[in-house]
C-alpha cells in the first residue's frame, strides 16, 4: 500500500505541473471521486445510486456534482439493457451553479476469458440545458462508446485499461466524435461485494466546444486537455 500511495502522490503531481504548459490547449488536473450502490431486485433487474464529485482547476476547487438513478435488466449472460437519470450542478465560470439534467439508456457486453474480462458498452445520451434558463429545454445527443479491458492479478486485485469516444449527433457545428478519454486502473477488493477503484484518465476535446453552453467563456471554446485522478467506492447489496 505504501507503494500505490506513493505512485498516486507522483502522478496527481506530475500532472498538476505538467497542466501549466497552456500551448493551444486549456489544460487542468483534476480529482474525481464517486460512491456507487447497487441492488439486486431479482435475478435479472439491478437498480443502482451512483454520486460524483469534482475538484477542478487543477484541484484547487469544487465545481461539479451530481447524483444519478438508474436500473440494469439482464437480457441473456453476456448482455445487459440500463438507463438512468442523472441530476447535476456544475459552477461556470462566472461563479454561478447551474443544474441540468441528463438521460441515458444503452446495451453493455461482457465476457470473461479466464483471467481476462472484456465489457463493451454503447450508450446514447440526452444532456438538456440550464435548468430555469431559456435553454433548458434545447438538448445534447451524444453516443458514447467505451471498451474496458479487465485482468484479475489476484483474487483481491484487478487491473484493467479503458477507451471511451464522445459521438455528437446533433451538434449543428460539426460531425464526427469531438472528445476521446483513455483510463488506467486498479480494483481493490475490501469486503465482500464491495471495491476501492483507483484510476488515472486523460481525455482530449478535439473540436472546439462553441455549442449553445459557450456563455460559460472563452474556457468552453477551446481544445482541452484533462489529467483526471479518479477515487471511488463500489458497494453491491
Not at 506513493?6 to 488536473?29: N, W
Request: positive net charge.
Amino acid at each position: 500500500m505504501k507503494k500505490i500511495r506513493l505512485i498516486l502522490a507522483i502522478t496527481c503531481l506530475a500532472t498538476v505541473a505538467r497542466s501549466q504548459d497552456q500551448g493551444p490547449y486549456l489544460q487542468d488536473a483534476q480529482v474525481r471521486t464517486y460512491l456507487n450502490l447497487e441492488k439486486n431486485i431479482g435475478k435479472r433487474f439491478t437498480v443502482f445510486l451512483d454520486q460524483q464529485y469534482r475538484f477542478t482547476n487543477n484541484v484547487s476547487a469544487y465545481t461539479r456534482g451530481s447524483g444519478e438513478l438508474g436500473f440494469t435488466y439482464k437480457i441473456s449472460k453476456n448482455f445487459r439493457l440500463f438507463a438512468s437519470y442523472k441530476y447535476l450542478q456544475k459552477k461556470s465560470d462566472k461563479m454561478y451553479w447551474n443544474q441540468r439534467n441528463w438521460y441515458t439508456a444503452g446495451l453493455t457486453f461482457r465476457k470473461s476469458f479466464g483471467y481476462w474480462k472484456v465489457l463493451v458498452r454503447g450508450m446514447i445520451q440526452a444532456r438538456n440545458g440550464n435548468t430555469n434558463s431559456p435553454k433548458e429545454y434545447l438538448t445534447k445527443l451524444y453516443n458514447r462508446d467505451k471498451v474496458t479491458l479487465r485482468y484479475e492479478i489476484t483474487k483481491r486485485i484487478s487491473g484493467y485499461v479503458a477507451g471511451e469516444i464522445y459521438i455528437p449527433l446533433n451538434n449543428p457545428q460539426h460531425t464526427g466524435f469531438d472528445r476521446f478519454r483513455s483510463s488506467i486502473g486498479v480494483g481493490i477488493k475490501t469486503f465482500k461485494n464491495q471495491q476501492l477503484d483507483i484510476h488515472f484518465m486523460y481525455q482530449q476535446w478535439v473540436q472546439r466546444g462553441g455549442w449553445w453552453d459557450a456563455n460559460d467563456g472563452a474556457r468552453d471554446r477551446m481544445l482541452k486537455k484533462t489529467y483526471i485522478l479518479g477515487i471511488g467506492y463500489d458497494i453491491e447489496f
